[in-house]
């Protein structure tokens, strides 16, 4: 599981910038203890979790294939529309608002962290220039009633994906790890796409 997210520990999640690290020790540990073979490694993500994939495979080249499920291209307008659903006000109207909430939650983690200079890795998380720096495949699957993280908001992240890749938008889907999720309403489709990717 995430940081922040239970039952794992922490007050805030990073989008990757933390999370990329997590991953980089996960792996390490899983080298040392099960001897695994790093050469062959791949990812599967769902939802906030791609953006962590992103950024770390843009960062370690021995990945082979990365499963993308329910991604966003862009935390911003995630931020928004999550504010738009808390408060009932239409995104339109919240731009200003989440331009002052997030700049604010950065400035928290930021003093968390003890990183005092902009530039030092918070700013630039971007999970489309991620994506067009990774030279693995990408199997993007987006359930089109994704009613949390809706397809458009993924739009953006299916054009900067790299060659080879592939884009599943299952029919009567949601988000992923929820019951609606591809893998239980597209059952067979799922595990054959799944089984044949990786």
């Known amino acids: 599981d995430l940081r922040g997210h239970p039952p794992s520990r922490g007050g805030f999640f990073t989008f990757g910038y933390l999370e ?6 996960m792996l390490r540990r899983a080298e040392e203890r099960f001897r695994l073979d790093a050469s062959r490694i791949a990812v599967h993500s769902c939802s906030a979790g791609s953006s962590v994939a992103l950024e770390w495979a843009a960062r370690e080249p021995r990945i082979r294939g990365i499963w993308l499920e329910s991604p966003f291209a862009d935390a911003r307008a995630m931020a928004q529309r999550y504010l738009s659903k808390a408060t009932g006000i ?5 731009g200003l608002t989440t331009w002052f909430a997030l ?21 630039e998380l971007d999970p489309i220039a991620a994506a067009a720096s990774i030279r693995a495949p990408i199997c993007l699957v987006h ?4 009613g949390l993280v809706p397809p458009h908001f993924a739009a953006e992240l299916s054009e900067s994906l790299p060659p080879g890749s592939t884009i599943w938008r299952p029919r009567g889907a949601g988000h992923c790890h929820h019951d609606d999720e591809a893998q239980r309403v597209e059952k067979e489709e799922y595990l054959r796409r799944w089984t044949e990717f990786f």
């Open 90 to 94: 239409p995104p339109a109207l919240l």
């Open 143 to 146: 359930g089109r009633l994704d």
């Open 103 to 123: 700049r604010r939650a950065v400035r928290t983690v930021r003093e968390a962290l003890c990183l005092l200079e902009k530039g030092e890795g918070l700013e």
């Open 20 to 25: 990329r690290e997590d991953m980089a020790a």
